[in-house]
Each structure stands twice: as C-alpha cells, then as structure tokens.
C-alpha cells in the first residue's frame, strides 16, 4: 500500500477545486483545506480557517503542520506568493500553484503559446502595486499571475509547479456565468458583441482540470506547465452548440471595433500547446468531443427558458 500523503489545499471550495479535494480524498490522502470559513469543505477533509492574506492568522493556523503537496488555488498576486514562501517553505515536499492563460496575455501568436514562452524566472517582480485593490486585481488579474509565478520560481528549495489552466467549461456548478451570458443572448435574439478578427481560445472542462491537479500533484516534474484539452473553439463553436438547445433563439453578433466584447470572444490569438503534459503522461480529451455536455451542464444549472427538458 502506498503511503497517505498530507495534502494542503487553500482554497478551492468551489467548482474545480472542490472536485480535486473529493479526489485527493478518494484516493485516500489526509487533506486539510484552508480557507477564510466561507463554506466548507467536502466531509473528510480537515478545514483550517484563515485569511491566506494574514500571515499572523496563517502560521497560526498553520501551526507546525508540514505537507508532501500545497494545491494553492487561489494565488493570485506575487505578495501572496511571497507570504505562501516565507510561511511555508522548508516544510512542503511540492507546491502546486494553479495559475491561468492569462499569463500569456502579452502573446499574439497563431501558433499555440509553450511554457518556454514565458518563462517566470525572467518576470519582474512588483510588490509594492495596489494588489490588496480589488479593482486593480481584476484589471491586472494576467500580471498578478505571471509575477506569482515568478515569486515561486525564485523560491530556493520549492519545488514548484504553475498549472496553466485553459478556460474552463461545464459543470452544474459553474458560477462564472459566461455561457449563459450566450445563452441568454442567444434565447432572446440580442446582438452577441465581438471583435471584428475573433481567434479560437482553448478550453478545458471542469472535470478534466480536477484530474489534471490531480495527477500534477502526484507527479515529479517543476515550473510551468499548460493544462488544455486538445483543439481550439471559437465564439461560434459555443453559439452553434448552445444554439442546438435553444430552437426558437438567434444569434446575432455584432462586431465591435474598441470596446467591451463578450466572454470567450478574443482579440488576439493565444491557444495553448498541451504538448509538455501529454509527454509527461497525462491524456487530455478532446474540447469538440466534450463541449455537448458542457453546454447541456450549464444550461440545466442556469434553467435557461426555452432549453429542452
């Protein structure tokens, strides 16, 4: 028998992150979530409450514990890595940060972007920026990404991993809200707004990430790494599957030159290469295989009217 791993998760009481804990549970590992109490994690697991921004309240609640695998779901700013560094360096075998595309978000690159093209040890690191500012966070949100990958590549002794997470799909739980903002576009025949050149973007769906963290927390290798099913979707894929429920909707886009588009709508293209996962052994499925159940997932949880029953 293997040996139980002690498995720290913070965050991660929702969507994505609550099916890695039922995984990493069902797999027999001792998990401790920590969070600041806003719900509670799935039964089993061992919940910590503490604000991740409070380094008093962390060590405090963190006491002497050590950790073979952190899942960190909810870095999102260098001064939180910087803090994640400093309390618990010494006592974590491996450190699994789960980052997002948005890193790339300087790439325009019709080829699919690698994790050689950005690499974090080259990222400036700016801790003294607004990022306690929530509306700063949000604007920033890619940067804050990249330089917390950058804070845990200069970590000496951390073993680190930056899980590149593609747009996530499906899920009865979905609480983003971005396919049914088609959906309900689309039920009531409103214009869709778009850039005027709109790129494919890669996806995932919300139970192949769990796997993904899953696995990423199992293995050896370090430094960033891209999460994405394989093949690329663009806004008329997911109109066109969407639409497939709602017969007596229409959908109209209407490109737009400057100003706000609409979710899953881009600009520029920044699809990423999965090639360095798949080599390491994970199998990802495949985005327009998949997508049908997504959009069936999200449209029974948004109950949108007009939808089959």
């Not at 360096?89 to 699919?112: F, H, K, L, N, Q």
């Not at 996530?168 to 869709?192: K, M, N, Q, W």
Request: proline fraction near 6%.
């Amino acid at each position: 028998m293997t040996k139980a791993r002690e498995v720290l998760v913070i965050g991660g009481n929702r969507y994505f992150g609550r099916r890695l804990i039922e995984r990493l549970l069902a797999a027999g590992d001792r998990v401790t979530v920590l969070n600041r109490g806003s719900a509670p994690p799935p039964p089993g697991a061992v919940r910590l409450i503490a604000d991740r921004d409070d380094e008093d309240a962390l060590r405090a609640a963190l006491g002497e514990r050590a950790f073979d695998v952190v899942v960190d779901q909810v870095c999102y700013t260098p001064r939180q890595a910087d803090l994640a560094v400093r309390v618990l360096a010494g006592r974590v075998g491996r450190y699994v940060m789960t980052s997002t595309v948005e890193v790339y978000e300087y790439e325009d690159s019709i080829a699919p972007v690698r994790e050689s093209d950005l690499d974090p040890r080259t990222v400036a690191v700016d801790l003294e920026l607004p990022w306690q500012d929530p509306e700063f966070l949000e604007a920033h949100y890619g940067e804050g990404k990249r330089q917390a990958e950058a804070v845990f590549a200069a970590a000496p002794g951390l073993p680190y991993v930056a899980v590149r997470v593609a747009h996530v799909l499906g899920g009865a739980d979905d609480f983003t809200g971005r396919l049914a903002h088609y959906a309900d576009r689309i039920s009531a025949g409103e214009p869709i707004a778009v850039p005027e050149a709109n790129h494919p973007a890669t996806y995932i769906h919300v139970e192949e990430i769990a796997d993904f963290l899953f696995w990423a927390a199992g293995q050896d290798f370090t430094g960033p790494v891209n999460a994405a099913s394989h093949g690329r979707l663009t806004t008329d894929d997911l109109c066109a599957e969407l639409a497939v429920h709602l017969p007596h909707g229409k959908t109209v886009f209407q490109e737009v030159k400057v100003g706000a588009v609409s979710p899953f709508s881009f600009r520029r293209s920044y699809g990423m290469d999965n090639s360095r996962a798949v080599e390491l052994g994970f199998r990802f499925g495949n985005a327009r295989q998949w997508l049908p159940r997504a959009v069936t997932e999200t449209l029974a949880a948004a109950k949108t009217p007009g939808k089959d029953h």
